[in-house]
């Protein structure tokens, strides 16, 4: 392990000019006479003298034909923004379908793809599948073919409550194909969390599985949909069940309940269906996918996506950002159920490329199984969260020295800050020391990022680079004046939309106006909820959640500065910290560590923790405790849910628990020594 972590303003990562004149983005700056990072995000994000149309709007426009996005009619203009920023339509007039732009031009007779693997799927069990475009294709018109004799239309929504088999990519697209919402759910989650995201959008048709493989355990997923459709008011009219465990056999042990009437298995609803289909034109605007958020803060909300915006959005940042050549294997550790699991396909598929899926656990049977599949499939772009790596760090390095890596271009993170021990040893124990850490940041709300650090940039330990292309972002005070230039830390805002923008809240403008654009009014910008700064590099990071600032005797600091501080004791691997009532000092920290292995948990390293966090906050922010878990409760995309903790450890109500990927965790917090 890195034994001294690196300083964060210390540059760790420079490309060699042979790899920066080899990506998608010079290609592109070439293409268009731009000079360097700076001019290439003010070209792309704001008003250019000299030129027609807005920077934002020129890069959008140039965009569907650079990268080639099909449109079965032309749009009238880029957006009509009259209702404000708010409420933009982009590409009015234009009719286009997500389904085509992603399976069907690449299985076209004629076309050098039809027979290239869209997918390499490897169950946990060890066995693989490989989808060629040609079999997606007939298959998402399989699933388009069912959804219509089962009354499915242009706007209905179909819940995926799916196990990661291939299955889920010809169910998210035979629902484009028709022009039905797709509703992903995470295959994690329990009753209720199910029951909300089918009752909420009043889903017709739910697809699911017998069950999946977890950790050498088959886990069943039928009976949970089951719960969910019976608590869930609304009715669920058809359920398709995809036999991954065997359970259609009728010799199998696995006892599967299949309601008469309603529920069908995956071989008769779909397999008998016509392979033929004409998938459907539709409105730019139209619908696709309504995901809900994490539910971090409260009740998720449900985030509506359009087929021209999440279309635009994800190709753009899988082709600059990730720099996809054709030959590229793409992995990114996600659930169909996460923002990142649409981001992925959809980014690929568009230019035919291939993306891989696993189904099981990260360290199942051994701490080596992501290494042992990099090495073995060849993957070229690996995605993880900075919780993951931290745990896999945890198991030491031996178990990634035993695999060729070398397939590896460019590593991705999201989901939470980063400390910069772990961030290095990614870097340098993973990515060979040579390979760029794409950590991006945005949300399930763009269904894409916000801030993307470029390949051809430099970077430090933890950055997320700068705005993402065609992403107009800044940094702002109280009073929305901007202050990125002052390098000081303040709110990460939108001065602008962008196409994959959410329209609105499933359950209204109401909510939507409130949660994202009531913070600053004059003139309106979307407030996005985490602190950010801009270095004297230029280069931007992320310090936390504003709405989770620990006030302390009157002074406020992110939960993430903390833990980051305490992160930099060699024996700390994760810590998450939480502010407590405190008689003098109104809230006083709680800091929850979960410490390296073979470390021991004494007393003295608890006085070391409360001394480095104090030394470098102030001694107001020294922890009034310091507590050893051995996991802490997170969201299916990697985030601690700081809110559960806290509350357990006060007694307060957990509330809305339905985002939380492993409830084991809370007891783990609630017993904590």
């Known amino acids: 392990m890195t034994e001294t972590p690196p300083e964060i303003d210390e540059i760790v990562h420079e490309p060699s000019q042979q790899f920066i004149e080899s990506t998608n983005v010079w290609e592109f700056m070439q293409t268009y006479a731009i000079d360097d990072y700076e001019e290439l995000i003010e070209r792309t994000t704001t008003e250019i003298d000299g030129f027609d149309q807005s920077g934002v709007d020129w890069?959008?426009?140039?965009?569907v034909d650079y990268?080639?996005?099909?449109?079965?009619?032309?749009?009238?203009?880029?957006r009509d923004d009259s209702d404000g920023p708010q409420f933009p339509d982009w590409y009015p007039g234009g009719e286009l379908n997500i389904g085509h732009n992603v399976v069907d031009r690449h299985a076209a007779i004629d076309s050098e793809t039809r027979n290239k693997v869209a997918c390499i799927w490897e169950g946990e069990d060890g066995d693989i599948r490989e989808v060629t475009y040609h079999e997606l294709y007939r298959q998402s018109n399989a699933v388009a073919n069912a959804l219509e004799?089962?009354?499915i239309d242009t706007g209905d929504t179909v819940a995926l409550y799916m196990p990661m088999v291939p299955e889920?990519?010809?169910?998210?697209?035979?629902?484009?194909?028709?022009?039905a919402i797709a509703v992903p759910i995470f295959s994690g989650f329990g009753v209720e969390a199910t029951a909300t995201r089918i009752e909420d959008p009043e889903c017709s048709v739910l697809f699911t599985g017998d069950g999946f493989q977890r950790r050498g355990s088959e886990v069943t997923l039928k009976e949970t949909a089951d719960d969910a459709i019976d608590q869930a008011d609304t009715d669920v009219e058809s359920v398709i069940v995809f036999d991954r465990l065997g359970a259609s056999d009728p010799d199998s042990s696995l006892s599967i309940p299949m309601s008469d009437g309603r529920d069908e298995w995956w071989a008769d609803a779909v397999e008998t269906q016509s392979d033929e289909y004409e998938t459907k034109s539709l409105p730019a605007d139209q619908?696709?996918?309504?995901?809900?958020?994490?539910?971090?803060?409260?009740?998720?909300?449900?985030?509506?996506?359009?087929?021209?915006?999440?279309?635009?959005?994800?190709?753009?940042?899988?082709?600059?950002?990730?720099?996809?050549q054709p030959a590229d294997r793409f992995f990114w550790v996600s659930d169909i159920g996460w923002m990142m699991?649409?981001?992925t396909l959809i980014g690929n598929h568009t230019f035919g490329g291939t993306i891989f899926m696993y189904e099981g656990a990260p360290d199942h049977p051994q701490p080596d199984r992501f290494w042992e599949m990099i090495d073995r499939h060849g993957i070229t772009q690996f995605g993880i969260s900075p919780t993951a790596i931290r745990a896999l760090r945890k198991q030491g390095d031996d178990w990634v020295e035993g695999?060729?890596?070398?397939?590896?271009?460019?590593?991705?993170?999201?989901?939470?800050?980063?400390?910069?021990?772990?961030?290095?040893?990614?870097?340098?124990?993973?990515?060979?020391?040579?390979?760029?850490?794409?950590?991006?940041?945005?949300?399930?709300?763009?269904?894409?990022?916000?801030?993307?650090?470029?390949?051809t940039q430099s970077l430090k330990p933890c950055t997320l680079g700068g705005p993402g292309l065609g992403m107009d972002i800044d940094i702002v005070n109280h009073a929305g004046e901007s202050i990125a230039d002052t390098h000081e830390r303040g709110f990460l805002v939108a001065r602008d939309s962008c196409p994959s923008m959410t329209k609105s809240l499933w359950s209204g403008d109401e909510r939507y106006l409130e949660e994202y654009w009531s913070s600053f009014e004059d003139p309106p910008l979307w407030d996005h909820g985490d602190w950010a700064q801009k270095d004297e590099d230029d280069l931007w990071f992320l310090h936390g959640r504003a709405d989770d600032a620990l006030?302390?005797?009157?002074?406020?600091?992110g939960p993430a500065e903390i833990e980051g501080a305490a992160m930099e004791h060699e024996d700390v691997n994760q810590a998450a910290a939480v502010g407590v009532p405190d008689d003098t000092t109104g809230t006083a920290v709680v800091l929850y560590v979960i410490t390296e292995a073979g470390v021991e948990e004494i007393d003295e390293l608890r006085t070391e923790i409360r001394g480095i966090v104090g030394e470098e906050h102030g001694k107001p922010f020294r922890p009034r405790e310091v507590l050893f878990v051995d996991e802490f409760p997170k969201t299916q995309s990697g985030k601690i849910i700081r809110r559960a903790v806290e509350a357990t450890y006060t007694g307060e109500e957990l509330g809305d628990m339905s985002s939380i990927e492993n409830p084991d965790a809370l007891d783990e917090v609630e017993n904590a020594r």
Not at 168 to 179: E, R
Request: aromatic residues 14%; proline residues 5%; negative net charge.
């Open 67 to 78: 990268l080639d996005i099909d449109f079965f009619e032309d749009y009238d203009q880029v």
């Open 403 to 455: 695999h060729d890596l070398s397939s590896l271009r460019l590593l991705g993170s999201t989901g939470e800050p980063w400390d910069p021990e772990s961030w290095q040893w990614f870097y340098e124990t993973v990515g060979g020391g040579d390979t760029p850490i794409i950590n991006i940041s945005g949300g399930t709300e763009i269904c894409g990022c916000f801030l993307m650090p470029m390949p």
């Open 149 to 151: 004799a089962r009354g």
């Open 59 to 63: 890069f959008w426009d140039e965009l």
């Open 168 to 179: 889920v990519i010809s169910i998210l697209y035979g629902c484009f194909k028709v022009g």
């Open 287 to 324: 619908e696709s996918m309504l995901l809900y958020s994490s539910g971090t803060t409260g009740k998720p909300k449900g985030i509506v996506h359009t087929h021209a915006g999440v279309q635009m959005q994800c190709a753009k940042e899988l082709y600059f950002g990730f720099d996809l």
């Open 551 to 557: 006030n302390v005797a009157g002074r406020k600091v």
């Open 341 to 343: 699991g649409p981001w």
